[in-house]
């Protein structure tokens, strides 16, 4: 590379970039994506007719508002939302990367993530399902698996696949009983739990494709940092008859929710939810073959309804974002140090009753 390359790639940050990926064993497709994205946000600035600033600036200088008003631009060119998503993860980690390198002062895009985020929750085309609703919905649901299945969605907010990822060690009832000792009395909780009172671990790490604890993962969680989330009385009534009636598995990770059919004994996979949700969502008249996320209810909707309904109730989003596992670093910190004294009382005299 001659001298004026290098020199070029010195002033263009997008250049430094993208030379950054190929160290790192980006491939060109993905590289490609990349400067796509981060060009087309390039001519953005630099129109002064388009972004707030109302002068030509370059991307080292964007600022919060920049960013949002760009991404305001890309809802109006009726891009769909999965690909707004991907544009604003793209220059998201672009200027994480070259904030943490030290080549800009701060990322821009920190906070509109976390809007995003708030925005999607609060999508006002979803259906929208009262509490009473929600209630009769799952008073009609009478299998076991499925009953405890959308129980432990709708009062904990999981992901599908972190639910699906949950053994029983990560499982502990208000006597500090484990709830393998119900099941399996070999395993013992997560020293985590210790003290805790009857809650969950959502743990971080696992990924589709990995062996944990002895069993390789067909789904993976997204969590940032690993959770401890409540459990409450009804919750535990839930799990202690789901225990009382679970089938054996031959898993050395001793999967929590497991299959009653087909499968028989074999750890949940991502698509049995799914089908269990849309079966009795169907009945329900809240799924259709060819529906939209705006009409059909589906297992990330639970986390919708908790997410809107808690932070309703509690005026506190910190305290939401953590039981969601969306922030990290000292936040999550904070909240795991107050654990006993904040998350738990704030959580036990907000949650919805669905009995």
Not at 9 to 24: A, I, N
Request: charged letters at 25%.
């Amino acid at each position: 590379m001659n001298s004026e390359a290098t020199d070029l790639q010195r002033e263009d940050p997008v250049s430094y970039f993208l030379e950054d990926m190929t160290y790192h064993g980006k491939s060109d497709r993905t590289r490609a994506a990349y400067e796509r994205v981060l060009r087309r946000f390039e001519a953005f600035l630099s129109d002064p007719a388009q972004n707030p600033s109302n002068a030509s600036i370059s991307i080292g200088d964007a600022s919060y508002r920049d960013c949002m008003a760009w991404i305001h631009t890309l809802r109006r060119s009726e891009m769909a939302d999965s690909t707004i998503a991907t544009y604003a993860s793209y220059l998201h980690r672009f200027y994480a990367y070259l904030t943490q390198v030290g080549r800009f002062e701060s990322n821009p895009m920190t906070l509109v993530m976390e809007e995003m985020d708030e925005a999607i929750d609060t999508n006002p085309s979803r259906r929208e399902i009262s509490l009473s609703a929600m209630q009769s919905f799952l008073h009609d649901v009478h299998h076991p698996l499925d009953h405890a299945v959308i129980c432990t969605l709708l009062k904990t907010g999981m992901r599908v696949g972190e639910l699906c990822n949950l053994d029983l060690r990560d499982v502990v009832l208000t006597d500090q009983t484990p709830i393998s000792n119900l099941t399996d009395g070999d395993i013992s909780p997560r020293t985590q739990l210790d003290g805790r009172g009857s809650s969950i671990y959502v743990a971080a790490e696992p990924t589709a494709g990995e062996v944990v604890a002895g069993e390789e993962r067909s789904a993976s969680n997204k969590r940032k940092r690993s959770t401890i989330v409540p459990v409450d009385e009804e919750l535990e009534t839930v799990l202690c008859r789901w225990a009382a009636v679970r089938p054996a598995t031959r898993s050395p990770a001793a999967p929590l929710f497991v299959s009653t059919s087909g499968s028989w004994g074999e750890r949940l996979t991502p698509d049995m939810v799914h089908h269990i949700v849309e079966r009795h969502a169907s009945d329900a008249g809240w799924h259709r073959s060819g529906g939209g996320a705006d009409e059909n209810v589906t297992p990330h909707y639970f986390r919708h309804f908790f997410t809107t309904h808690l932070r309703d109730r509690t005026g506190d989003r910190g305290i939401v974002k953590y039981l969601r596992g969306d922030v990290g670093g000292d936040i999550i910190d904070t909240y795991t140090h107050n654990w006993g004294d904040r998350v738990r009382e704030t959580y036990e005299a907000n949650i919805y009753s669905l009995y």
